[in-house]
């Protein structure tokens, strides 16, 4: 776990215009920065980057946040590696808490290895593009296959030369531990002697989302007897199979752009498809999907497409991690590709343009299809027919979500129809199954904190309009003024932080639960004699905080600068210079919202059954809270009301 002087240190440092820029070409316009959103096609510039609120907000998609929000948004980040991220930029030494010393030893072993995968990869790409055995066997293998080279360099492609040890020797002279040697798989030891693993083969290195090398699939040129096809990277500290997907790290911003992913199985299918400007695409390496590699590709987009063969092996792969898939709530089609060709083929087939019209024409429900294929096997075998309806009813029961009832309803009902089943009979078997599944789910152990994955990214952040009723934009109104003026003094006694706080007391004027967690933030860290400030919320770790603080935050009324350029003299207070006021106004709102509320309450008390004392009692108090209502109504008209 960083420690949060660590923290402190990166978010001092880290300059928003700084990171984006890196991301973004932007140009100064007024008090902000504006460039083409990242995150949506457009061709007119709404993507706005305020360095004095540290936030973003493209007014286009409505996509908004702060400097780790877009690192975790553009770059698929968790919190963590976002704020790592900072931390090499800026040269900050990230210091470690609550890490036991297992801990930091994997994290050091992992550190190496990527290293040592950095350094293998340099090495297998000079022995490409650099030595004669590698243009003449390797790279006219490669161009033959019709790849260019900007994209073998894109994917970083590399060769490994027929020499029993040349990696082996280069490596050792590095002084590279043999051990982690070892363990990277790139070489291994025969008769006491390190030798190359990958000898005569194309290098695929696979990258982490992040862009690191953490593994190399190696894949044979031509045929030769009794050598597997591939050899990948053996399961270590960086590279576990069951969370890969080749590409990921290429595709990423394709992906998030179209909305859509395309699921291929091998390492050449995304490169070609890459090639057509087809890029929103992985590889799944021709495995079962898992758990964790839907969990990457729902990171990106909820809708998945597979690309398979048609053949029979390829139905069979397309349909092997659907429960999964369904589970995890992706919308999935599968496509075919026909006679006996695969992506990589196709796509030089048909072309770019030819290749996207298939896909687009050739989707198919995979749910739906999946039951034509059991059907069309099952024939007249009502055996068969029955595990058909077990087989289809079982993954219509994974649409367990409230958001997917609608979808539920039409699988239950177009399912019924070919199966020539009764629809209520099809819905009581899917029903019977979730039940199931809750209550085996109900009786499993909950993950301990170190077994549970980082929080998912959020679609996109909440969006303030005019549609807030006036009760709660004065309810953000003043969370905002305790952030921003908090620590500024109110009178000779009170700063600006005690008045809110003493005014709200155990939460009587901010009633949305949200804000409430904020202001209780606020009043723990003031109590505790910090000097908390929007930065504090801004990059809060949960991530829903700092949603929120963006929100309150917004930039898109910021007072232009050019107003202090003008020639001519133009005096425009800014809130800063009048927060009394704004304070003052919004306060008086709320108490006036409160005292309100106690007259209705009262109200309806005197039209209860009540005896004459009480009566008299409350009569009093609704001549008390109606004088305070005038009172507040009055003060209303004399302070400025936003």
């Known amino acids: 776990m960083i420690s949060q002087h660590t923290i402190q240190q990166i978010l001092s440092r880290t300059d928003i215009i700084d990171v984006v820029g890196s991301f973004v070409k932007l140009k100064k316009r007024g008090a902000n920065y504006l ?35 877009f690192l975790m948004e553009h770059e698929k980040h968790s919190y963590v590696e976002a704020l790592r991220w900072l931390a090499a930029r800026y040269n900050v030494e990230v210091e470690e808490t609550q890490a036991s010393p297992e801990v930091l030893q994997q994290r050091q072993t992992a550190d190496s290895l990527q290293i040592i995968n950095q350094f293998a990869r340099q090495f297998f790409s000079r022995q490409l593009f650099e030595t004669e055995e590698g243009q003449a066997v390797a790279l006219s293998y490669l161009k033959e296959r019709g790849f260019r080279e900007e994209i073998i360099r894109k994917f970083e492609l590399g060769y490994s030369p027929a020499q029993r040890d040349a990696f082996a020797k280069e490596a050792t002279q590095q002084q590279y531990s043999r051990e982690l040697l070892l363990k990277t798989g790139i070489v291994v030891e025969r008769n006491g002697m390190l030798t190359d693993n990958y000898r005569e083969r194309i290098i695929f290195p696979i990258h982490s989302n992040t862009g690191k090398v953490i593994g190399f699939g190696a894949r044979i040129i031509g045929k030769k007897e009794n050598a597997p096809k591939y050899i ?16 990921a790290y290429q595709a990423r911003h394709a992906i998030d752009k179209a909305n859509e992913c395309l699921l291929v199985e091998g390492y050449t299918d995304v490169i ?8 929103n695409v992985m590889a799944s390496g021709g495995t079962a999907l898992t758990a964790d590699q ?25 349909m092997r991690g659907l429960d999964l898939a369904l589970e995890e709530g992706l919308n999935v089609r599968l496509v075919l590709i026909p006679d006996n060709e695969d992506p990589d083929s196709y796509v030089n087939k048909l072309g770019a343009e030819g290749f996207r019209h298939f896909i687009e024409t050739s989707k198919k429900d995979v749910i739906l299809f999946q039951l034509e294929v059991m059907l069309k096997d099952a024939g007249n075998d009502s055996v068969r027919k029955a595990a058909a309806v077990q087989t289809i009813a079982e993954s219509i029961s994974r649409l367990s979500k409230a958001e997917d009832f609608t979808r539920q309803q039409d699988y239950v009902k177009r399912s019924a129809e070919l199966l020539k089943i009764d629809e209520a009979g099809l819905h009581a078997l899917v029903n019977k199954l979730i039940r199931e599944r809750i209550s085996k789910q109900e009786g499993f152990r909950p993950k301990a904190p170190e077994e549970t994955s980082a929080p998912e990214e959020a679609d996109g952040l909440p969006e303030v309009t005019e549609l807030l009723n006036r009760d709660e934009q004065h309810e953000r109104a003043l969370v905002r003024c305790l952030i921003e003026f908090g620590m500024l003094p109110w009178d000779e006694e009170h700063t600006v932080a005690r008045l809110i706080l003493e005014a709200d007391g155990d939460g009587e004027l901010v009633e949305n639960e949200e804000l409430r967690r904020m202001m209780t933030l606020y009043k723990e860290w003031y109590d505790a004699e910090l000097e908390p400030s929007m930065k504090s919320f801004l990059y809060h770790e949960d991530r829903a905080i700092s949603q929120l603080a963006v929100t309150l935050n917004d930039i898109q009324h910021q007072i232009s600068l050019r107003w202090k350029e003008a020639p001519y003299e133009i005096n425009v207070p800014t809130r800063e210079e009048r927060y009394r006021e704004e304070i003052q106004s919004v306060l008086t709102y709320l108490r006036l919202r409160k005292i309100k509320a106690l007259i209705e309450e009262n109200q309806r008390d005197m039209e209860q059954p009540q005896t004459p004392d009480q009566l008299a009692t409350l009569i009093r108090t609704h001549q008390h809270l109606k004088s305070e209502e005038i009172r507040l109504t009055r003060e209303l008209g004399t302070v400025i009301f936003r």
């Open 294 to 318: 839907l969990r990457l590709i729902r990171k990106y987009t909820n809708n998945l497409t597979i690309l398979y063969d048609g053949d029979a092996a390829g139905v069979k792969a397309a």
């Open 272 to 279: 070609s498809l890459h090639q057509a400007g087809i890029e």
């Open 35 to 69: 460039g083409l959103c990242p995150f949506h096609n457009e061709k007119t510039p709404s993507f706005t980057v305020s360095a004095t609120k540290e936030i973003y907000k493209c007014f286009g998609c409505g996509r908004s946040g702060n400097t780790i929000s």
């Open 232 to 247: 990948n990277t053996p399961e270590n500290e960086v590279y576990v199979k069951s969370k890969i997907l080749y590409g």
